[in-house]
Structure formats: structure tokens, C-alpha cells
């Protein structure tokens, strides 16, 4: 499975935003959205942009995530992001399709 999945939702969590709140950012149905998380639809790459730009993390994030743009950048493992973290960290282990993910922080 991509790793795209993940880190839209990482996004999202970063922004603290919730799935409803950003679905309704994207001007997407809320189901939609939820399955974009969930891998169980091919986000467009369109859309992959605009939920970047919606939670405030570079495009690359969610192509790349931060090792991938870190290294590309020169920097290396354990780097961070913005605000001091590197937003794959926020996600718990299970991420088992729950409705406002930022609540289990």
C-alpha cells in the first residue's frame, strides 16, 4: 500500500484540522475524503496539492514525506519538519479509519 494514505492524514492531524473540517476545506463529500485517508480510492494529484496547501505542509510532504524531501535538501535522518516535529510522528499506531484523528493525540 502507498504511504500517500498516511501522510495525507498526518497532514490533516499536523493542521489540526478534522476529516469533516477539511473535506469541507477541498469542497470534497466527507466519505470521499475519509477514503482518500484510507487508501481506498487514488487520491488525484490535484487534490493531493490542495490538501497540502489546506494543511499547511509543502506538496512534497505528501509525495515524498519529510525523509525523502529532507535527504533531497541535504539533510538527513532525524531531521525535523516545521514546528519542530516531524509530522509522521503525531499518528498513532492504529489508524483505524477513526473520525477526528487529532483527538487520540
Known amino acids: 500500500m502507498s504511504e500517500i494514505p498516511r501522510r495525507i ?13 477539511l473535506a469541507a476545506k477541498l469542497d470534497l463529500g466527507e466519505s ?10 487514488e487520491t488525484p494529484w490535484r487534490e493531493r496539492v490542495a490538501i497540502a ?10 509525495e515524498h514525506g519529510w525523509d525523502g524531501c529532507l ?13 519542530g516535529h516531524r509530522p509522521r510522528d503525531l499518528i498513532p499506531p492504529d489508524e483505524g479509519g477513526d473520525e477526528d484523528a487529532a483527538e487520540t493525540l
Request: aromatic share 8%.
Open 32 to 41: 470521499t475524503y475519509k477514503n482518500s485517508e484510507l487508501g481506498k480510492r
Open 71 to 83: 535527504a533531497a535538501q541535504g539533510g538527513g535522518e532525524g531531521e525535523t519538519g516545521p514546528r
Open 9 to 21: 492524514r498526518t497532514a490533516r492531524v499536523f493542521a489540526g484540522l478534522t476529516q469533516p473540517e
Open 53 to 62: 496547501a489546506a494543511c499547511g505542509v509543502p506538496p512534497w510532504f505528501i
